[in-house]
């Protein structure tokens, strides 16, 4: 007798293990295979901090979270319906991530003395009342991989490194997933017999869970009503990447990136370093300076210049950023942000990089900030920070963070003729029919400098980091002209928000207004959904420019009497929101390494929210 389908409008999986037990692998596939049979998603990758953790330890859990959906969703969930715990330490790194009555699936091979002295337990969790009140499914994982590859040729090692495939069959079954995507993704990844072993250890997991009484239904999330085109899933690094190869396209013009490695930005050169036959030229620097120095140059000598890094690599760029900003040289500044200070969490997100990427340098050198919300965003921001620094020849810094950069979504591709022309300043003759080059002459719309490419005859002229005189560039230490210079490049960004659109408002145009930017978008539209559901008055606006601010910010800002401003990080834009138009905004502060919950926002809301009504 079959047993029961249930359906479910969406649902939420986590993947852990020890960081060697392939689960990013795992997370992926079940994502990719989810994206290809129409569910909306979101994932949350949730990387060790240690290099190589010893195995078995809690500092070397790795997991990946996702949630499937049929309707439009923006988080990777707040709990989960579903844990996959590989050893004792997954397990209760996780159990609190798992929603009451959850399903729990367990690895019982690993949950021997060693294992559990490994995760710092005198007991087993499955033996004490940890697991009371979820819905546990004791499975020998090991010794069921081992069954199934029998015979295959592989030893111990390579036998154990199949389990997250049986266990990814035994969660394709529970929620009727088809393994043809990823039998096909291991048939190209890896040749017998490793080949053989994965798949055989795929379709052991499926047939398990089938005739093996361990679930009391299976589960299936309908597709969800998309807009129709041509759709592909995407993390945020990636989309980067593919942003600024379309950004050089669109402006006609080579990209240049440099870059030294760091986590987590260091995919964005892995992704770039594939578009070599799209005009993009990738340089992996000595150092962070070596590296944004490199992409000055480049820009020097007529191409994009980009440079990424995450925090503690953009501290080092700073001196370099001041030249690029007095030199006013386009310049794209990508920043993965992540927890900090100095080192602290390498592979964890947050979003506390706003104030220095607002005050961080020497002198008065007001940068362009812009920041992506979402992974398929950062397409569409990497295009927007080409923009604005060719078309106003000012260095951008594009922030983004762990969450956004590891996270992905499905993508509907833009059509080819959405996608606009870039201008820029690009000269080749002299704009001085009766004298020398004149490298400082402004347009008078937007105060940007004509852009002489080195080399380009006629139009040889000095450059560097000490005050240039207006109109001809040369060195100047003249009082006056250096205030004047200190204007004139403030006020070139400060018209940059003429140019930008007008900011959206998704709610009433009165009562609470959260403000967001960032990646707190998905948790935040999310939460007012729901007061909204409840009849609060209640909207959302989020923030791509940060400086500047779009011209009817103030003017929106005004309109609400509370205006709530959740940051993954204890109050940066707060700040800048008071100084700037004096309103009293409310912080919602968290760095925890971790996104907003859903459910933390919504707290928020009704507090302040029934507080005025």
């Known amino acids: 007798m079959s047993k029961p389908v249930e359906q479910a409008t969406s649902a939420t999986i986590l993947f852990a293990g020890d960081s060697g037990d392939g689960m990013q692998l795992t997370g992926n596939q079940f994502t990719n295979t989810s994206a290809l049979a129409g569910n909306d998603l979101a994932t949350l990758p949730d990387y060790p901090a240690e290099i190589r953790a010893p195995a078995g330890t809690r500092a070397g859990v790795s997991g990946f979270q996702l949630q499937f959906s049929s309707e439009d969703i923006f988080t990777p969930g707040d ?74 040729g592989l030893g111990a090692k390579e036998v154990d490194r199949c389990k997250n495939f049986f266990a990814l069959g035994m969660t394709y079954w529970m929620f009727g997933r088809d393994p043809a995507f990823t039998e096909n993704w291991i048939k190209g990844k890896f040749k017998d017999p490793y080949q053989a072993a994965n798949i055989a250890a795929l379709q052991a997991g499926i047939n398990y869970a089938d005739t093996v009484e361990l679930f009391e239904s299976s589960y299936e999330v309908p597709a969800a009503k998309l807009e129709p085109g041509t759709y592909r899933n995407i993390n945020g690094n990636a989309a980067l990447a593919m942003g600024m190869a ?31 036959s799209y005009g993009v030229t990738t340089f992996q620097a000595e150092d962070e300076i070596a590296a944004v120095c490199s992409a000055i140059g480049a820009s020097w000598a007529g191409a994009i210049g980009v440079t990424g890094t995450s925090g503690p690599g953009l501290a080092l760029k700073g001196e370099a950023l001041g030249l690029a900003m007095i030199t006013e040289l386009p310049l794209i500044v990508i920043n993965v942000q992540r927890g900090g200070p100095s080192t602290g969490l390498p592979t964890k997100t947050e979003q506390s990089d706003l104030l220095m990427s607002q005050f961080g340098r020497n002198g008065e050198s007001p940068m362009v900030i812009l920041a992506a919300c979402t992974p398929s965003d950062c397409f569409t921001t990497a295009i927007e920070a080409v923009r604005i620094s060719l078309e106003y020849m000012v260095p951008v810094l594009l922030l983004t963070d762990g969450y956004i950069a590891n996270g992905s979504e499905p993508w509907r591709l833009p059509e080819l003729d959405s996608l606009l022309p870039i201008n820029n300043q690009k000269i080749t003759e002299n704009n001085n029919p009766d004298g020398n080059f004149l490298p400082y002459q402004r347009d008078p719309e937007t105060l940007a400098r004509p852009w002489a490419p080195a080399g380009t005859p006629g139009l040889e002229h000095r450059i560097g980091g000490l005050e240039k005189q207006e109109g001809t560039g040369n060195v100047s230490y003249d009082p006056a002209n250096h205030e004047y210079m200190c204007k004139m490049r403030a006020e070139k960004v400060a018209r940059i928000a003429n140019n930008l659109p007008p900011l959206e408002v998704f709610g009433p145009d009165h009562g609470t207004l959260v403000l967001g930017w960032g990646s707190t978008f998905g948790s935040i539209r999310q939460a007012v959904r729901v007061v909204q559901s409840e009849g609060l008055p209640v909207a959302h606006a989020h923030l791509r420019h940060l400086n500047p601010f779009p011209s009817n910010l103030e003017e929106i800002l005004k309109r609400y009497d509370k205006v709530i401003i959740p940051e993954i990080n204890l109050g940066q834009l707060v700040k800048l929101i008071r100084m700037e138009y004096l309103v009293d905004a409310v912080s919602v502060p968290k760095i925890q390494g971790l996104p907003f919950k859903v459910q933390e926002i919504v707290d928020a809301i009704r507090q302040h929210t029934t507080a005025q009504a």
């Open 246 to 276: 379309a950004a050089s396209k669109l402006a006609e013009t080579k990209l240049f990136y440099g870059s030294y490695p760091i986590t987590p930005a260091s995919d964005v050169l892995h992704a770039l370093a594939k578009y070599k």
């Open 79 to 152: 709990e989960a319906d579903v844990l996959v715990a590989m050893n004792p330490a997954a397990l209760v790194a996780s159990i609190h991530r798992l929603k009451d009555q959850g399903v729990v699936i367990v690895n019982t091979d690993k949950f021997d003395e060693r294992d559990l002295a490994k995760a710092d337990l005198e007991a087993s969790p499955l033996e004490d009342n940890t697991l009371d009140g979820f819905r546990v499914i004791e499975v020998q994982l090991s010794s069921l991989t081992k069954g199934a590859v029998d015979g295959l």
